[in-house]
T-cell receptor
Framework: GENVEQHPSTLSVQEGDSAVIKCTYSDSASNYFPWYKQELGKRPQLIID?????GEKKDQRIAVTLNKTAKHFSLHITETQPEDSAVYFCAASQDDMRFGAGTRLTVKP | NAGVTQTPKFQVLKTGQSMTLQCAQDMNHEYMSWYRQDPGMGLRLIHY?????ITDQGEVPNGYNVSRSTTEDFPLRLLSAAPSQTSVYFC???WGQGRAPQHFGDGTRLSIL
C-alpha cells in the first residue's frame, strides 16, 4: 500500500518568513494530494489540494508543488502569521487515503 | 447545514465492552470515512464507504465494523474494546475528490481502561 513520509516533524519560523513542508509518497498510482491544517484540539481542515496532472497550485499565501517523477510534493506558506501555527498533514490517495505523520509549525511573533 | 456530526465527544470504556460511535452528515456526500488519530502517527483510515450499502476496509480495520444503510449515517462499532483502541476518532465526508475527506466531524476522544 501507499506510504507517505513527511518532513520536518517540527518547524519554527519568525512571523513574516516562509515555511516549507515536504512529503514523499511510494505509490506511483496516487493521483490526488491534499493538505490539512489542524489546530490544537480541533478537527483537521482541508486547506489546499493538487491533482497529479498539475505541477503547482496557489491560493493566496499557500502553494503546493508536485514532482511526479520524484514522487514528492511540498506545501509552501509565505508571509507566515501567528494564526498559521498548527499541525499540517499531507496525504496521498488513489483508492484510499494515507496521511503523513504531521508537521507542527510554530510561527513566532 | 450542520456538516458532519459525531457523537459522543468523549467516552470511557472498560476492556471488552462494545459501543457505537455515531456519525451523520447533511451534505448529501456519497463518500464517508472513519479515521483514528494517535500521537505522532497522523490519521489512519479504518473503514470507508463510497455510498449507501457499500463499505470497505482501510489501513487499520481490525476490531471495528461499519455499515451504511443511508447516505447520511455511517456508524463505527467497536466489537470488544481493547486498550490499543484508545484514540481520537474522526468521521469525515466528501463528494469526491479522490476520496479525500473534505469535512471532518469534531472527533470522539475514546479511552479504554
Amino acid at each position: 500500500g501507499e506510504n507517505v513520509e513527511q518532513h520536518p516533524s517540527t518547524l519554527s519560523v519568525q512571523e513574516g518568513d516562509s515555511a516549507v513542508i515536504k512529503c514523499t509518497y511510494s505509490d506511483s498510482a496516487s493521483n490526488y494530494f491534499p493538505w490539512y491544517k489542524q489546530e490544537l484540539g480541533k478537527r483537521p481542515q482541508l486547506i489546499i489540494d493538487i491533482r497529479s496532472n498539475v505541477g503547482e497550485k496557489k491560493d493566496q499565501r499557500i502553494a503546493v508543488t508536485l514532482n511526479k517523477t520524484a514522487k514528492h510534493f511540498s506545501l509552501h506558506i509565505t508571509e507566515t502569521q501567528p494564526e498559521d501555527s498548527a499541525v499540517y498533514f499531507c496525504a496521498a490517495s488513489q483508492d484510499d487515503m494515507r496521511f503523513g505523520a504531521g508537521t507542527r509549525l510554530t510561527v513566532k511573533p | 447545514n450542520a456538516g458532519v456530526t459525531q457523537t459522543p465527544k468523549f467516552q470511557v470504556l472498560k476492556t471488552g465492552q462494545s459501543m457505537t460511535l455515531q456519525c451523520a452528515q447533511d451534505m448529501n456526500h456519497e463518500y464517508m470515512s472513519w479515521y483514528r488519530q494517535d500521537p505522532g502517527m497522523g490519521l489512519r483510515l479504518i473503514h470507508y464507504s463510497v455510498g449507501a450499502g457499500i463499505t470497505d476496509q482501510g489501513e487499520v480495520p481490525n476490531g471495528y465494523n461499519v455499515s451504511r444503510s443511508t447516505t447520511e449515517d455511517f456508524p463505527l462499532r467497536l466489537l470488544s474494546a481493547a486498550p490499543s483502541q484508545t484514540s481520537v476518532y474522526f468521521c469525515a465526508s466528501s463528494w469526491g475528490q479522490g476520496r479525500a475527506p473534505q469535512h471532518f466531524g469534531d472527533g470522539t476522544r475514546l479511552s479504554i481502561l
